[in-house]
């Protein structure tokens, strides 16, 4: 398509990748975002000289991250160094058995008969990996950094496809003897909210790359991977517009003709690149006469991801914990508990200390806790009051200062209402599409609607920062070509 002006929705990761794109290829980008701050789930704000994620915690897949800047004619290692997290995860069960799962098939099991235990599990890892690693090679070298297809995943996949069925429950109970052992690997996953027996296979891809590279941080906090983006995008001339929220999407004659922003102003722009997601787009941005049926039946049956509580505290104390993020779980069948409110308070729960690797995001000698816990799914947004999400951290912290101890000086609390307000996420939902929607369930990146392209969460598989700097390439790309 022939496009002089574009105004891309959204000043996230993938607004901002694909605002480079446009950019390098001569046309004129210009970015709206409603908050004051760029960079969406992928970015930080610094409270009492705390340094919060708002959202995103770490870079799993770093290779995705290489190609996905070297496709913006960009230099990661330069740009964007990066801190290894050696020991990502430890989990500590209920007969006192705790195990840590290090980078370089590095674990330990510490309890009965732990050397022998240690060495088994060390031994099932390695036969796992090399199961699992030429089919992450192929994700992470191909498939995820081209628009998902099925006719791509067949033709580069074919070979591992039996591999793809099922779910990561079995799969688990397939390659490790141990269940206590299992119980921790299954925990890796807990992130997505799933039950690990409705989580699909291919996610063991992440778990078989943090068991070989770990999980990294950038240097400075998750927030330096949209700074670099922003950087470059104002140096090629990008415009952008923080505060400025967009009211509608123009569609004249059945053409984009540009937007409608909240304060009434209207922007012409030959198309848009909306970053909201593909539920937002079209319940919110447009009118329902504007909307294809395909476009009104994606939304109406697509499989939300789940919300969450999410507790950050700022410690004046040091806290050390055995690993980046520490889970108390008990056996892989019973973790779905994790995944619902726990009566009569918290027993299992995990939470993350980003300055375990990085204690420069603490004033000196402080920690940074993040926890994330589970909610009742059925609650309406609006039973999230005040006192309501006070009472659900109230519980969880008291879990936490159980096993560490807590000199709490910032605490910033965010219900699924605060995720959908503040950080404009559908019905709070954390990834927006659940990560295990299928690809007919995703939005794609060309929409019916003549001249409307998407990028970012809903139109790649799962979640992550990586994949959503893919997707604004690839939107721009369908837009303007490669
Ligand atoms: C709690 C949480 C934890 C996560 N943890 C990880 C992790 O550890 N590792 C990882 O790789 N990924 C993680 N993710 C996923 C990752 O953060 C996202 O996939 C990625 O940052 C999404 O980028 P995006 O640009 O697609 O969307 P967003 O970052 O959501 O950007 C969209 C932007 O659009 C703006 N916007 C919305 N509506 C409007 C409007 N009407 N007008 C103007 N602007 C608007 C929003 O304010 C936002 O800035 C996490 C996500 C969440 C929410």
């Known amino acids: 398509m022939k496009a002089n002006h574009v105004a891309i929705i959204g000043g996230g990761v993938s607004g901002l990748a694909a605002g480079i794109h446009l950019a390098r290829k001569g046309i004129r980008a210009s970015l709206f975002e409603a908050n004051d701050r760029l960079g969406g789930c992928c970015s930080t704000t610094e409270v009492d000289g705390y340094t919060f994620n708002n959202g995103a915690m770490f870079i799993a897949v770093p290779r995705l991250l290489d190609h996905a800047f070297a496709r913006l004619q ?5 740009l964007l160094p990066l801190r290894r997290i050696a020991t990502p995860q430890a ?7 705790s ?8 674990v330990r099991i510490d309890g009965d008969d732990g050397d022998a235990r240690t060495a088994k599990l060390q031994a099932e890892i390695e036969r796992c990996v090399e199961k699992w690693n030429p089919l992450l090679k192929i994700f992470t070298d191909d498939l995820l950094t081209h628009p998902m297809s099925l006719p791509r995943v067949i033709a580069k996949a074919w070979r591992h496809l039996p591999k793809l069925r099922g779910n990561l429950a079995d799969e688990l109970k397939r390659n490790f003897s141990d269940p206590e052992a299992r119980a921790a690997l299954a925990a890796v996953t807990l992130y997505t909210g799933l039950p690990i027996e409705r989580t699909p296979v ?9 068991l070989q590279d770990g999980l990294h941080l950038p240097e400075s906090g998750m927030g330096a991977v949209s700074d670099v983006l922003h950087t470059t995008f104002r140096e090629l001339g990008g415009q952008v517009h923080t505060s400025t929220p967009v009211a ?6 059945g053409r ?17 690149i909306s970053t909201v997601g593909g539920m937002t787009t079209f319940t919110h941005l447009l009118d329902p006469s504007q909307v294809p049926r395909a476009m009104q039946r994606r939304v109406q049956r697509a499989p939300l991801s789940h919300r969450t509580l999410g507790i950050q505290l700022g410690l004046r104390n040091r806290i050390q914990p055995m690993a980046h993020s520490v889970n108390h ?11 619902a409110p726990q009566a009569g308070g918290i027993e299992w ?4 200390v980003p300055t375990l690797p990085m204690p420069e995001l603490a004033p000196p000698g402080g920690s940074i806790v993040e926890m994330f816990t589970a909610v009742d799914e059925r609650l309406p947004l609006d039973a999230w009051t005040e006192q309501a999400k006070t009472a659900a951290a109230e519980a969880a912290i008291a879990a936490l200062a159980r096993h560490q101890p807590l000199e709490i000086v910032v605490k910033r609390i965010s219900s699924p209402k605060d995720y959908a307000e503040r950080m404009h996420l559908f019905a709070g939902s954390v990834y927006g599409l659940s990560p295990a929607a299928r690809p007919d369930q995703q939005f794609p990146h060309a929409t019916p609607v003549d001249g409307l392209y998407l990028a970012g969460q809903t139109t790649y598989p799962g979640f992550g920062v990586a994949t959503s700097v893919f997707s604004g390439v690839f939107a721009a790309e369908a837009l303007v070509g490669p």
Do not use: C, W
Not at 74 to 78: F, G, Q, V
Not at 91 to 97: A, K, R, V
């Open 74 to 78: 960009l230099d990661r290692a330069s």
């Open 329 to 339: 779980i008990p056996l892989m069948d019973q973790q779905q508990r994790l995944l």
């Open 202 to 210: 291919f996610l063991i891809v992440g778990l078989i790359s943090m």
């Open 248 to 253: 509608k999407i123009r569609i004249e004659d």
């Open 349 to 352: 729960f995990n939470y993350t």
């Open 91 to 97: 989990s500590q069960l209920p007969g006192g058995t």
């Open 99 to 106: 195990i840590t799962l290090g980078d370089r098939q590095h």
């Open 256 to 272: 984009t003709r540009g937007l409608i922003l909240e304060n009434g102003e209207s922007v012409a722009a030959d198309a848009v």
